[in-house]
């Protein structure tokens, strides 16, 4: 049973940090694609990183590029997004889900519909 689990979501002041977690079972850790996504009210679900845990190398849309960090622990199945420089504009639900890196062919394409897997989201807040 594939399953994912995200958490580490609160209420930050703009500026702060935050790191989420996404704990992941029921798979091949090791052969996918983990990626995390938002949605805030009204919005729909964008992508906002994305690794390849064979070998650790990752992607970020231009609005997290610099401040967001994600990484992989592959002896723990967890994956992680450190979150630096906090905005207002980043407050939304997040989620993340997985993929066999076989069908994902390349970190770029982090879209809902490329992705097989999902697990509950976390709630980011942050305020001015």
């Known amino acids: 049973e594939v399953q994912l689990q995200a958490s580490g979501g609160g209420l930050v002041q703009a500026g702060g940090s935050l790191r989420l977690s996404c704990a992941a079972s029921?798979?091949?850790?090791?052969?996918?694609?983990i990626g995390w996504f938002r949605q805030a009210p009204g919005k729909e679900r964008e992508g906002v990183a994305c690794?390849?845990?064979?070998?650790?190398?990752?992607y970020y849309v231009d609005s997290v590029k610099g401040r967001f960090t994600i990484s992989s622990d592959n002896a723990k199945n967890t994956v992680y997004l450190q979150m630096n420089s906090l905005k207002p504009e980043d407050t939304a639900v997040y989620y993340c889900?997985?993929?066999?890196?076989?069908?994902?062919?390349?970190?770029?394409?982090?879209?809902?519909?490329?992705?097989?897997?999902w697990g509950r989201g976390t709630q980011v807040t942050v305020s001015s």
């Open positions: 889900a997985a993929v066999p890196m076989r069908l994902l062919g390349r970190l770029e394409r982090l879209g809902v519909h490329e992705f097989d897997f």
């Open positions: 029921g798979f091949s850790f090791d052969d996918s694609a």
């Open positions: 690794i390849r845990n064979s070998d650790g190398s990752t």
